[in-house]
């Protein structure tokens, strides 16, 4: 069955450093999203993408991240200077079109990105 | 707040029970998805009801979607020791291009061997 996978499952950077969070969505699917999860906390949109651009983004998502389709596979998060509060697990999900009423979600299996 | 909230927030039944866990909203939906997450994995998608559905079935997990009452449940029957886990309710809200889901906290399941 297909699944959207991410790498790495965990990533440790220190403050200030850029990281970039990889995710290859299930390959018939034309949208795609970034959510994050704080240790403890509720899963938190962050941004979803199709067409190759930004469809929609939370206040969450400021200028220190940004995403990229640089292939015809793969999806990318980039955090320009992480701070401390970036600190979470980073959920990728994608979906076929979803129409006027929404579509399910996959999600993969997150990358933990611990921030020093 | 627009989120969804489940409840209970915890929920520890013996094997072989019914599990129900509740869903509230506040705001217009145009689905609402439940997902599985193991701890400190992933999350697993299990079913989507439209806000035009009223139930929704799939092996051994029932949903219901009450749009009056901006409230939905999930239940799981016959559970087994793997149903353990949190499970949380995600609704999609109407607007143009607008896809996000917005999640509750969850609802923390232990099933008891």
């Known amino acids: 069955e297909p699944e959207v996978t991410q790498t790495p499952s965990h990533q440790v950077t220190q403050m200030g450093q850029e990281v970039i969070l990889r995710c290859v969505p299930i390959s018939n699917h034309l949208y795609f999203y970034w959510y994050r999860q704080i240790l403890g906390q509720k899963v938190e949109f962050l941004v979803s993408?199709?067409?190759?651009?930004?469809?929609?983004k939370s206040e969450i998502f400021d200028d220190q991240f940004s995403v990229e389709r640089p292939d015809g596979s793969n999806f990318t998060l980039k955090i320009r200077s992480t701070k401390l509060e970036d600190s979470a697990m980073y959920f990728c999900?994608?979906?076929?079109?979803?129409?006027?009423?929404?579509?399910?979600?996959?999600f993969g299996p997150g990358t933990r990105l611990t921030v020093l | 707040s627009q989120q969804g909230e489940e409840d209970p927030q915890a929920l520890s039944i013996q094997e072989g029970e019914n599990a129900t866990m509740n869903c509230s909203y506040k705001?217009?939906?145009?689905?609402l998805q439940w997902y599985r997450q193991n701890s400190g994995r992933g999350l697993v998608h299990l079913i989507l009801i439209r806000s035009n559905e009223r139930e929704k079935h799939s092996g051994r997990l029932r949903v219901t979607l009450d749009t009056s009452k901006k409230s939905s449940s999930l239940l799981i029957t016959a559970s087994r020791a793997a149903d353990t886990a949190s499970y949380f309710c995600?609704?999609?809200?109407?607007?143009?291009?607008?896809?996000?889901?917005?999640f509750g906290k969850g609802t923390k399941l232990s099933v008891i061997p």
């Open positions: 999900a994608s979906s076929e079109f979803p129409g006027l009423t929404g579509n399910e979600q996959f």
């Open positions: 993408f199709y067409n190759n651009e930004i469809s929609e």
């Open positions: 995600a609704r999609g809200s109407p607007g143009a291009g607008s896809y996000q889901l917005t």
């Open positions: 705001t217009s939906i145009n689905n």
